[in-house]
Structures are given as C-alpha cells and as structure tokens.
C-alpha cells in the first residue's frame, strides 16, 4: 500500500506540473510547492484507504486455493497441502 500511495501522489503531481522524488517513505519537492504536495498526499492516502481493499482482495479469492508441494527429506515423500483453506479453517479467514 505504501509503495501504492507514493505512486498515485507523484502521478497527482505530474498533472499538476510539480516536481515529486521519493526514496522509500521521503517525499520531496521544491519549496514552493510544498503545500500542493502536501495536500495531494493526504488526499491520495485517504482515497487509497477508503477502499475495501482486503475485502476485495478476499473476494477474489475466495473460491481459489493454493496447494503447496513438499518433500520430506528424511522420509522421502512428497506431501501436497491445502494451505489456504488450513489458514481458513483455523483462522475462520475468507482469504
């Protein structure tokens, strides 16, 4: 979601013509412009978290299951796992 929320401010940015650098969490910008970056960060941070986004993720998925294979190295048998529907079912989850 960060990295989600950087890019939605410097392409708000870009529209606007201000100049917008970033490293990891740092958000730069000329110093007149401060206050327009400023104002475009919060505005794309509160439009990006007032999506259901987990849910949606979760409704994407939820009828999709991952099945993991591994092999036992002392046994030498290869195990297949529901894992999805394990975290499910332990966690009661709608992954």
Known sequence: LDSTHMMLTALFCRRLGITFAAVHDCYWTHACDV??????CREQFVQLHSEPLVKQCGERRKNKRIIVMFWLRNIGKTYYCDVLAAVEAAENLML
Do not use: A, H, S, T
């Open 35 to 40: 206050e327009v970056m400023n104002e475009i």
